[in-house]
Structure formats: structure tokens, C-alpha cells
């Protein structure tokens, strides 16, 4: 006999959060696969075209293409890496609302999403645990992660990764990324105020099991 779900919300809504994150999982795969490509062609096309040049000439030939190095080995990997994080968030949040307008409706509750105050996740936080009963997830490691994560978003987003250390949260996020070595911190020469901080594929990756294992906590919370 068909057994309905002990959990709040249907093992098919799950497997849909799952099918989201998984893809993202994948594009990230295959983009970091194809920048280290992109690198390994062009040290290829270097090697053959320098294997009998001296010093000299090497360093020239360098000079010459190194607006070509610095696209592949830095510009490229940097764009590409916050343009991921940034959707990765997009859809994590985007997610995040569909399961708080679901639960709202399962639990007949008169108030929506918007009613409550705030924005972003903070919202979505308040409405579950105010308004729905959801709370054990908020107090898990992933939620902490997730906090983290969404004040990294924030500067990216408004700031394009650039930090002015006078600032409270940038200093926030510039406390987060030194001690994590999947974010890379490089300072700036002519002001020691100011940062700018470079995500990784890794970053990517370990934020997009976050989110899902997040999310999914959410849906295995018992019925109340």
C-alpha cells in the first residue's frame, strides 16, 4: 500500500531540489575541466613554438601573448567563477522561496512570503520558523555555511568582490575568506584598506552541496 510521507514535504519535491544542484554540480565539473584545457593548449602551442628559442626570445614571446595568459590563467577563471556562484545562489534562494510558499500552503497559513520583513534568505528563515514550525535546519552547520555564503554573495553582487576594510561586512567577509582556502584574497598595493577576493572551482562545488544538503533537511523535517 501506497504510504503517504512522514516529512513535510514529498520525497518527488526532493528529488527536483536534488535534479537542480546536481546539473549545477556537473557545469561546474565541466567548466573547471575546460579552463584547464584552454590552459594546457595554450602551454602546448607555447612549448612548440619556444623549444629552440633562447632566453631572450622566450621572454619576448611571453611579453607578446600575455594579455592572452592573463585572460586564460586569470580574467577568465575569475568571471566565469562568480558568474557561477552568483546563479548557483539565484537558484538556491529561488528554491528556497518555492519551499516556503509550499509549506505555507500545507500548513493553510494566512500569510505569505511577503508579509513577512526582511528579504532574501533571512526572510525565508523567519517565515518557516515563525510561521511554519520549520526550525531544526536553522540550527545545523549548513545554515551557518549558508550565512556565510550569503554575505560573500552580497559583496560580489554589489561590490564585485572588491572589499574596503573600513566597512563592517566587507571586513566580515575578509575575516571569512582568510581562513578558507577555497576563496583566494589578494590585496591592494596602494591601499591596505582594500581587498578583493577571488572564488574557486572548489568554492563553487562545496557551496552547491550546501545548498542542496540544506534544502534537503528542510524536506526530511517530520510532520509536526
Known amino acids: 500500500m501506497f504510504e503517504l510521507s512522514k516529512n513535510i514535504l514529498d520525497p518527488f519535491t526532493k528529488t527536483l531540489i536534488g535534479l537542480d544542484f546536481d546539473n549545477l554540480r556537473v557545469h561546474c565539473e565541466f567548466v573547471k575541466t575546460s579552463l584547464a ?40 577563471p575569475s568571471l566565469q567563477w562568480m558568474s557561477t556562484f ?46 511554519c514550525g520549520v526550525t531544526s535546519p536553522f540550527n545545523t552547520p549548513e545554515w551557518a555555511k549558508i550565512q556565510n555564503i550569503s554575505k560573500i554573495r552580497n559583496v560580489l553582487a554589489h561590490a564585485s568582490g572588491e572589499l574596503d576594510l573600513t566597512q563592517k561586512h566587507h571586513k566580515e567577509v575578509f575575516d571569512i575568506a582568510k581562513v578558507d582556502q577555497t576563496i583566494q584574497v589578494h590585496w591592494q598595493d596602494f591601499n591596505p584598506q582594500t581587498a578583493t577576493i577571488e572564488l574557486t572551482a572548489e568554492f563553487n562545488i562545496n557551496a552547491i552541496e550546501t545548498f542542496r544538503s540544506f534544502l534537503f533537511l528542510i524536506c526530511d523535517t517530520p510532520k509536526a
Open 37 to 76: 584545457d584552454e590552459r594546457d593548449r595554450f602551454q602546448k602551442f607555447a612549448d612548440e613554438h619556444t623549444q629552440e628559442y633562447n632566453d631572450d626570445q622566450k621572454a619576448e614571446f611571453y611579453e607578446f601573448y600575455g594579455e592572452e595568459i592573463w585572460h586564460i590563467s586569470d580574467l577568465l
Open 86 to 131: 552568483l546563479l548557483s545562489y539565484g537558484i538556491f534562494e529561488k528554491a528556497l522561496n518555492g519551499i516556503c510558499h509550499t509549506i505555507g500552503r500545507l500548513k493553510l497559513s494566512p500569510l505569505n512570503l511577503t508579509d513577512m520583513a526582511g528579504k532574501g534568505i533571512e526572510r525565508a528563515k523567519l517565515y518557516l520558523s515563525k510561521n
